[in-house]
């Protein structure tokens, strides 16, 4: 096994579980909210808030793998804040589009199945009779409608606006560096140019 096999397979491994525990987490999370929550619009807000975020999540990892790096590049000889985040971004990609798109897109769309379930046996335990099968089926197609509708737009406005979005995130993590102190691109390496 070489090394860039077992570089991948390190990676890999650390990434599924960085995943399970973030699932888990979340997923504790949003089931305490939503068993404190009383209110079916609430209930919908917290499940249209898990769906949005991934939505916006998938829009990072695209735009982040099809921008091109030399925009930022003029704005970091201006000395723009922001402009050395977005190349790193850009640089890594790869990883960049695998926490977005795969990690926080899958927990999101997994866990707004589950809280969409969740929700139309609610709808249906307070409605009985025949209402609990089709009231489980409608949710699952409306959550799937919205989270698939929402992605294809998002993918759409992500190829063609690559630089805006990256751009705007790369301030908010330079906001979040100089403010708060967060750095959440730490240990990500500053390779070479793409």
């Given at each position: 096994m070489g090394k860039n096999n077992?570089?991948?397979?390190?990676?890999?491994?650390?990434?599924?579980?960085?995943?399970?525990?973030?699932?888990?987490?979340?997923?504790?999370?949003?089931?305490?909210l939503l068993g404190k929550l009383?209110?079916?619009?609430?209930?919908?807000?917290?499940?249209?808030?898990?769906?949005?975020?991934?939505?916006?999540?998938?829009?990072?990892?695209?735009?982040?793998?099809?921008?091109?790096?030399?925009?930022?590049?003029?704005?970091?000889?201006?000395?723009?804040?922001?402009?050395?985040?977005?190349?790193?971004?850009?640089?890594?990609?790869?990883?960049?589009?695998?926490?977005c798109n795969d990690v926080v897109g899958d927990v999101a769309g997994t866990l707004s199945g589950a809280i969409g379930a969740a929700i139309a046996l609610r709808l249906a335990f307070s409605q009985p009779g025949a209402y609990e099968l089709l009231a489980v089926t409608t949710m699952a197609g409306v959550v799937a409608a919205v989270t698939v509708g929402g992605k294809a737009l998002g993918k759409s406005m992500a190829i063609n606006q690559a630089v805006q979005i990256v751009w705007r995130v790369s301030l908010i993590l330079a906001w979040l560096e100089n403010s708060l102190g967060i750095r959440l691109l730490a240990g990500l390496p500053k390779k070479g140019r793409r």
């Open positions: 077992r570089g991948a397979w390190k990676n890999a491994l650390l990434v599924a579980f960085g995943t399970f525990f973030l699932a888990v987490v979340i997923s504790l999370g949003s089931q305490y009383t209110s079916l619009i609430l209930s919908f807000v917290l499940l249209m808030a898990i769906i949005l975020t991934g939505i916006i999540f998938d829009i990072i990892g695209v735009a982040a793998a099809v921008a091109d790096e030399a925009p930022f590049h003029a704005r970091a000889a201006k000395r723009l804040n922001g402009a050395s985040q977005s190349i790193l971004l850009v640089r890594n990609a790869d990883r960049v589009a695998n926490f």
